[in-house]
């Protein structure tokens, strides 16, 4: 009777031994010495009311974020995700893949015309028809399709929409982004020259603004502190120039100015922002 009662307790021990062992890993370790709970409750800061009667001056500017630029990196960087992280590219098509973002035609930047779903993220695969020649006698040449998959390190470059106008109910210069479009080098793929830049498409920015508070992006300077990317937006932790302004004829900066001119003309409008507010507070 010892020895029976011996063995079922043995075989109890095991067993317990099997269900705390299968209970440990159930779920996968967790990666960190804490939960990150923070970035997936984030919720976008709202932004101020603006009356109209409030805006006593206001100026639309287009600029031009190049994500190759260090202080730009969080933006660009992973190329490829990696757990938590996305690039900007990334998460833009994620959002229009789920259905939380619309993408505008990219010929126009006013939001007039929503993209299907289908045409958005078309771009994702790219279809190419190529000559080749054959590696065999006769040498012969030979018409070849092939599917290309996008690679969201291909988007470099981000352009902006953004306006900036003087609040006289809080006595503040303010800016409020508009849109972003994501540009990429424009390839011949018969003779792989480069045939300048090509915009893909158009997001509106508010609508962005919920999906872009919960995405983490990389901080160089602190890892606890962990930034999002309306962050980045939000607190202006960007570099750009700018590549046109509002002006009568609707022209771009370089179609009246060239190389060192246009540089010097972007911070000739850069530096008209800082004066005007500059200008309201000297007595």
Known sequence: MKKISIILFA???????????????DSPPRDGVYDKIHVVN??????????????FWSKRIWRLIDMREKINHPLYY?????NDRRSIMQVMLDGIAEGS?????????????P???????????????K???????PYDWYDTTYVEKFNTGDVKQLRIKEDWFFDKQRSVMDVR??????????IDPKTNQSRGKKALFWIYFPEARPLFAKVEVFNRFNGAERRTLDDIFFKRLFGSYIYKEENVYDRHINEYAKGLDALLESDRIKNELFLMEHDLWEY
């Open 177 to 186: 982004i508009l849109g972003i479009c994501p540009i990429i080098d424009d």
């Open 131 to 137: 000559q080749l020649q054959r590696t065999e006698p």
């Open 42 to 55: 984030r919720q976008p800061v709202p932004y101020v009311n603006v009356r109209e009667a409030d805006v």
């Open 101 to 113: 973002l619309t993408a505008y035609d990219k010929t126009s930047d006013e939001f007039l015309i």
């Open 11 to 25: 075989l109890s021990l095991v067993f317990l031994a099997k269900s705390s062992f299968s209970q440990v890993f």
């Open 78 to 82: 992973p190329v490829e995700r990696i």
């Open 115 to 129: 993209m299907p779903m289908e045409q958005a993220l078309s771009i994702l695969y790219d279809t190419i028809k």
